[in-house]
């Protein structure tokens, strides 16, 4: 590692891949001439947050900016408490869901311990570990399934941490209820398991999807399973930041160690109780989306392209050709979308649902794609 300060720091953190979060839009304009950039790139909601959720920004007292957050989040965890039925002390709320799972690996994970994570999951979880300098240990995953047998095969003595995104991301692929508590009932009491369900709200109640697991009724029966969810998908409030864990009150008390003072802005805790209250338009966002996904999926079907089965706002799809350029002709036409990994999955790229008119566009500039003999495609 080039870097004065490299052996200053630790093996872990030296291994971390920086996340590129793209060209900002600003930029991209100006570089292509383009008069509209239409971005599917990162999971949002495509219809914004709650008209709710913005009228409680707009009513704020803004001298309250002047003043620290309540660090406690009271509010906010009240209201939360009546939306899950849970009690408050089980409650941590983060600056985003992926501060949630950082506070985890920082609690649980000492140098040299293992942390477990599925082939294909959510890039944070390696980096979060990484930061910790435990060890990654990879359990083998089918590109449509993961495989709960794999990771108890990899559990041992030295295994502090299991890490699953349920539904994953960028393969949206999820577990069932039947092999989730096979595998929690299956692992050392003491190896504490994440359930990182960022898109809890698009799979829960989804009728396509009828075995999805209650992880917050399995944290009785298992009190080292620990549950994030987020603000930031379904209730269109990414860019404020706002996430939370449910977990055992023993295991909250000991993440609120590690966590910042004041890690959920003022303005955040405000707007996600607006959006909490807001089921019509959570449900209207799901039936928006769920439209979207057909949209897709069926232009994919007939286009002969294969995707992975989506319970979230985004889909994985094989374009049998080179996913980086793919993207970069893309992102020429004004549409940012993610190539994945280029060594595993170098033919795939991630879309996230957007509005009709925005998945027009977006398939329209697929066919173009097909069409420019240059690509390969
Ligand atoms: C988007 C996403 C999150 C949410 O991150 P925030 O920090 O809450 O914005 C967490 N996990 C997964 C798998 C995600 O895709």
């Known amino acids: 590692m080039d870097n004065l300060f490299a052996s200053l720091t630790s093996n872990g ?14 930029e991209l304009k100006r570089e292509f001439g ?27 007292d803004t001298s309250i900016l002047a003043h620290y957050p309540d660090s406690s989040g009271h509010e906010l965890k009240e209201a939360l408490t009546k ?8 409650l941590i709320l983060g600056n985003g869901s992926e501060d949630n799972l950082a506070m985890i690996a ?3 994970l000492r140098p040299g311990d293992d942390a477990i994570i599925p082939q294909y999951s959510f890039k944070t979880f390696s980096m979060i570990v990484n930061a910790a300098d435990a060890n990654i240990i990879t359990a083998p995953a089918k590109l449509g399934q993961v495989d709960v047998e794999e990771i108890i095969k990899a559990v041992t003595s030295k295994t502090k941490l299991i890490l699953i995104a ?14 989730l508590e096979h595998m929690l009932s299956n692992i050392p009491q003491h190896v504490m398991v994440v359930a990182d369900e960022a898109y809890y709200e698009y799979i829960n109640n989804n009728p396509d999807y009828p075995h999805y697991p209650d992880t917050i009724l399995l944290q009785q029966q298992y009190p080292s399973l620990i549950t994030t969810r ?21 295991v909250a008390q000991l993440l609120n160690r590690v966590r910042s003072v004041f890690n959920a802005n003022s303005i955040a805790q405000a707007a996600a109780i607006a959006a909490l209250g807001d089921a019509d338009y959570v449900q209207h966002s799901l039936d928006s989306n769920r439209q979207g996904l057909r949209q897709l999926e069926t232009a994919f079907a007939e286009m002969g392209l294969s995707y992975i089965a989506s319970a979230t706002n985004f889909i994985t799809v094989n374009i049998n050709c080179d996913a980086q350029r793919a993207f970069e002709f893309l992102l020429s036409q004004g549409v940012i979308v993610r190539p994945m ?28 794609m097909f069409e420019e003999k240059s690509l390969n495609c």
């Open 13 to 26: 953190i030296k291994k971390i891949q920086p996340y590129h979060p793209g060209k900002p839009i600003g």
């Open 34 to 60: 383009l008069k509209r950039i239409i971005k599917l790139a990162s999971n949002e909601n495509p219809l914004g947050p709650s008209p709710k959720a913005l009228e409680a920004i707009k009513n704020m």
């Open 166 to 179: 349920n539904p994953n991301n960028p393969l949206p692929t999820w577990i069932n209820s039947t092999d």
């Open 341 to 368: 990994d280029k060594h595993t999955l170098g033919t795939y790229l991630r879309i996230s649902v957007g509005t009709t008119e925005e998945n027009d566009f977006f398939l329209n500039c697929l066919h173009k």
């Open 230 to 250: 987020t603000f930031s998908k379904v209730y269109g409030l990414a860019g404020l930041r706002i996430g939370y864990s449910i977990s055992h009150p023993d």
């Open 83 to 90: 939306h899950l039925q849970v009690s408050s002390d089980q």
């Open 106 to 108: 920082r609690t649980f």
